[in-house]
């Protein structure tokens, strides 16, 4: 039978209507061009199917006839697409470099007809897997990068997913304006990646997560068909049948949703079905109209392809003070959180730095001096309080109230205030490289992300981070702590040696977390998503 995918011998039509193969009646030989462009496509189906397997050796070639973009299936290729910044690996069939957005409903035709998933990337920066898979990489990151728009009045920028967050933000700089989803990889996380994830970052509780921060999308559904997402009120076609369909699984749901959905601003785990019925403690539009495209951020590539995004941007804030407040305990900054929080009107941030961070830090001739600035003693943990307005003369009375409420919970004397920006900015760049500072632990064990970005409201933070120590414990281990005290999602690591007993503790350690999750009614993924957990 014959096989799809496979180049044909080429057919041209006679004056007469018949068909007319290559070598049979034809008069003149084929153009030397068009009978190299037959060899190479048979080549590479030859090579690929050879290395991997017939479907494979079909898609390649297919890919390789049909569009502009990079085909990239070479043992080495796959090799490196099969990690990204998690702790998985899955060795995709192939990988797909578009260079346009046509390249894209392309592929997605050619997968479709050969029955390939598809597994969409960005700048691999997932902490849960989220773009390895077996099957087929789209890359967006290289040439699915434009700036499509940019409305100042409006304050909104209409995005291809490729695009990184930092390039994003250099261009709107000149406006006045930024993304303010402010995620610690913001020079590789791509805004297709982040709506796809439901990012979050240091700030939400200034600004939202992704879903409070996108206007509107255009995706392709697996069949082909270009849906253009947005208000459901005015939607029409299948965009509004979508929507009908959500909306009544939604209300058959609803005595579930609302016994069981996390009441907590971090929830990226799942589908927003609460957009007809909110839940989350920020709304997730300000009128309480229902857009949706907010269905498609968080689904990680599950339900549609993105072709772009509309984006709403914030003014950039004028001016920011920072108190770093010192603490004699882990506990005792976690329970303070909650107090925090409640000093409102221009609070952007709330950030844990833990003992393990602070160490490591100290150790790091980069980073040291700019440590011993924030540092009162040797604290146990410190938490980076940010305040933004439109001038440091605004700031300074909230400045003062951090350090009265400190005061009053028995710590006077334990805020570093820094108003000026080279400090702030400094300290901000050890939080921002975190991870890697984490990962410098010295020994056979290393932190090991898997329970990290769990939520829990702030009246339970210390109980939860308490409980949670005491399950390290009994497994013989301790974890590294640090990022959004600010709204309870903590990034927690147990070190462990997944060279020897690690693998069966880890197990150990997540259902029991879990269950602490479920117990202070908190949310499994707070930032990070599904992936493959």
């Known amino acids: 039978g014959k096989r799809r995918g496979v180049p044909k011998p080429l057919v041209v039509r006679?004056?007469?209507?018949?068909?007319?193969?290559?070598?049979?009646?034809?008069?003149?030989?084929?153009?030397?061009?068009?009978?190299?462009?037959?060899?190479?496509?048979?080549?590479?189906?030859?090579?690929?199917a050879r290395t991997s397997n017939e479907v494979a050796g079909r898609l390649a070639a297919r890919l390789s006839s049909d569009t502009q973009g990079e085909v990239l299936f070479s043992a080495a290729d796959k090799g490196r697409y099969a990690t990204d910044a998690s702790i998985y690996q899955s060795m995709p069939t192939g990988v797909f470099v578009p260079r346009s957005s046509a390249d894209v409903a392309l592929a997605l035709e050619i997968c479709r007809d050969l029955g390939v998933p598809i597994v969409a990337r960005g700048g691999g920066t997932s902490q849960c897997g989220q773009t390895v898979g077996a099957g087929l990489v789209i890359d967006h990151s290289k040439y699915v990068r434009n700036i499509l728009a940019v409305d100042v009045a409006e304050r909104t920028a209409v995005v291809e997913p490729g695009l990184v967050l930092d390039h994003l933000n250099a261009n709107l700089k000149k406006h006045g304006l930024w993304y303010p989803v402010d995620v610690s990889t913001s020079a590789q996380a791509t805004l297709g990646g982040m709506a796809g994830n439901n990012s979050c970052g240091s700030r939400s509780i200034a600004y939202g997560n992704m879903v409070h921060n996108v206007r509107g999308a255009q995706a392709w559904t697996s069949d082909g068909t270009l849906?253009?997402?947005?208000?459901?009120?005015?939607?029409?076609?299948?965009?509004r049948e979508?929507?009908?369909?959500?909306?009544?699984?939604?209300?058959?749901?609803?005595p579930d949703i609302h016994a069981r959905w996390p009441k907590v601003?971090?929830?990226?785990?799942?589908?927003?079905?609460?957009?007809?019925?909110?839940?989350?403690?920020?709304?997730?539009?300000?009128?309480?109209?229902?857009?949706?495209?907010?269905?498609?951020?968080g689904s990680e590539g599950t339900l549609a392809l993105t072709k772009n995004l509309t984006l709403q941007l914030s003014e950039l804030p004028r001016a920011k003070v920072l108190g770093v407040v010192n603490f004699p305990t882990f506990y005792a900054a976690m329970d303070a959180a909650q107090h925090i929080v409640k000093l409102g009107g221009g609070l952007s941030a709330v950030e844990l730095v833990d003992r393990t961070m602070i160490e490591l830090s100290l150790q790091n001739p980069a980073f040291a001096p700019t440590v011993r600035t924030a540092l009162l003693g040797q604290p146990d943990a410190i938490l980076l309080v940010e305040f933004s307005g439109?001038?440091?003369?605004?700031?300074l009375p909230k400045m003062r109230q951090?350090?009265?409420?400190?005061?009053e919970?028995?710590?006077?004397?334990?805020?570093?205030?820094?108003?000026?920006?080279?400090?702030?900015?400094?300290l901000w760049e050890v939080r921002k490289a975190g991870l890697n500072i984490m990962m410098s632990l010295k020994g056979d064990g290393k932190p090991v992300s898997f329970i990290e970005d769990c939520a829990v409201p702030l009246e339970h933070l210390a109980e939860y981070t308490d409980a949670l120590t005491e399950v390290f414990q009994r497994h013989g281990s301790k974890g590294t702590w640090y990022a959004h005290a600010s709204v309870g999602t903590l990034h927690v690591r147990p070190i462990l040696d997944m060279r020897r007993e690690g693998a069966s503790k880890m197990r150990a350690i997540a259902e029991e977390a879990s269950e602490l999750v479920h117990k202070f009614k908190g949310a499994y993924s707070g930032e990070h998503g599904d992936g493959l957990c």
Do not use: W
């Not at 049979?24 to 189906?45: C, D, F, S, W």
């Not at 979508?242 to 609803?254: H, I, K, S, T, Y």
């Not at 439109?390 to 700031?395: E, N, P």
């Not at 710590?411 to 080279?422: R, Y």
């Open 14 to 48: 006679s004056s007469a209507g018949s068909d007319v193969c290559k070598g049979q009646g034809m008069t003149a030989p084929l153009p030397l061009k068009v009978a190299q462009q037959a060899t190479a496509h048979e080549t590479t189906y030859n090579q690929v």
């Open 227 to 239: 849906l253009t997402l947005a208000d459901y009120a005015s939607s029409s076609g299948k965009s």
């Open 242 to 254: 979508l929507g009908n369909c959500v909306r009544a699984l939604a209300e058959q749901l609803a």
């Open 265 to 297: 601003l971090r929830r990226v785990g799942g589908y927003n079905l609460d957009i007809f019925d909110n839940q989350s403690e920020r709304p997730y539009t300000t009128d309480d109209s229902v857009n949706l495209a907010h269905l498609l951020v």
């Open 390 to 395: 439109a001038s440091k003369a605004d700031l």
């Open 402 to 407: 951090l350090v009265e409420l400190m005061g």
């Open 409 to 426: 919970l028995g710590l006077p004397g334990s805020v570093v205030e820094m108003t000026e920006d080279a400090p702030q900015k400094n």
